[in-house]
């Protein structure tokens, strides 16, 4: 390649997709010039900077201004790659990319149906070179929404495996927790798709059952304060909100187990943490979540919006102490969500473009 790759990811803040979006920039730049293009007051850009990586910025992900900022910076750089991460990223790309000649190409997080119409055909059909789906689930959505099977490629989500090995248990004395507490862990942003109104269910009979458990919801997002009044108005019991963690890893060495309640997820990352972790995982059969976790092997699957079986499922969990032994990160299919492995993937599908 003769122009640099553009990464571009315009969230304002920082959830999976920019950890992700860091990681194949780190990865790619060993190798190859890459330019990390964000919104200036975003994360993404502040954590690339500190990394050491070459950025660029947009002034928004919205209108014109933003379409001109980044068709200006195109045409400076001439990239032969702008890879896109998040919707409106894909968006502000396609309009920006329009006669650059650059091949663009998309990651897809998310298992949702791909919109309908011609707008819709023009964002996600017409104009990508290429896609990167995260799991067999996101596939099989962009192929029924009409991409064509050769433009996809499942590229697993990676996670920093040294840096999880690495990392001690949390302290986590400020909690108050008591001699012999049964720590079950939550994490992950206080959003809607995480259904944390499951969770909040499940919990009166989870520590009726086990009245050593505490449950710790770790996370920051739109939600906090209205789940935090829901929380109060059931009166649940011994629940740890520990807010956003940037030592997510260590938290979880800390967890005896760990309970993921979404809606809907494209792969989750978490899990991959979690089963790193070694800790126990109960958690909803949606999206790639089976492709991360394999029922009675490496966790227990449940269907979603299940109460009763969340209950049942963490229980068991909590009851039978050979059920905690038996998952372990040690397995050879956690290979496919390396950094190494995402990278060369990437690397691998733009050499095809």
């Known amino acids: 390649m003769t122009g640099p790759i553009l990464q571009i990811n315009t969230e304002p803040g920082w959830r999976g997709g920019e950890q992700q979006t860091l990681h194949l920039a780190q990865g790619l730049a060993e190798s190859a010039a890459v330019v990390v293009v964000g919104l200036e007051s975003g994360a993404l850009i502040r954590r690339a900077a500190a990394a050491g990586l070459e950025t660029a910025t947009v002034p928004t992900d919205r209108g014109l201004r933003g379409v001109r900022a980044l068709r200006s910076l195109v045409r400076s750089l001439q990239p032969e790659i702008v890879h896109a991460h998040a919707s409106k990223s894909h968006q502000l790309a396609r309009m920006a990319g329009v006669g650059s000649g650059a091949s663009l190409v998309v990651t897809r997080r998310v298992a949702f149906p791909l919109k309908r119409g011609p707008v819709a055909r023009w964002k996600y059909v017409r ?109 649940l019991a011994d629940i740890h909100w520990l807010g956003f963690r940037s030592d997510i890893h260590s938290v979880i060495k800390q967890a005896d187990l760990f309970l993921n309640t979404s809606r809907s997820e494209g792969l989750c990352s978490s899990l991959i943490q979690v089963r790193r972790c070694g800790v126990p995982i109960v958690a909803t059969a949606v999206g790639g979540v089976p492709e991360v976790v394999e029922d009675e092997v490496s966790g227990l699957l449940i269907q979603s919006d299940d109460a009763s079986g969340l209950a049942s499922a963490a229980c068991r969990v909590i009851e039978d102490r050979d059920m905690m032994t038996i998952r372990t990160h040690v397995s050879s299919d956690m290979d496919r969500f390396t950094v190494a492995h995402m990278v060369a993937g990437y690397r691998d599908l733009y050499a095809q473009l």
């Not at 697993?156 to 400020?174: G, K, N, T």
């Not at 108050?176 to 994490?187: E, I, M």
């Open 127 to 235: 104009g990508v070179a290429a896609y990167g789906a995260i799991s067999q689930a996101v596939r099989r959505e962009l192929m029924a929404g009409g991409v064509p099977a050769d433009r996809i490629a499942v590229i697993p989500s990676a996670e920093d495996f040294a840096a999880i090995d690495a990392a001690d248990p949390a302290d986590l004395s400020e909690l108050g927790l008591p001699d012999g507490a049964f720590c079950v862990l939550h994490a992950g942003a206080l959003t809607a798709e995480k259904n944390h109104e499951l969770l909040f269910a499940a919990w009166p009979d989870i520590k009726a059952r086990h009245p050593r458990a505490h449950l710790l919801i770790a996370g920051a997002g739109s939600r906090e304060a209205e789940l935090k009044r829901l929380a109060a108005s059931l009166s």
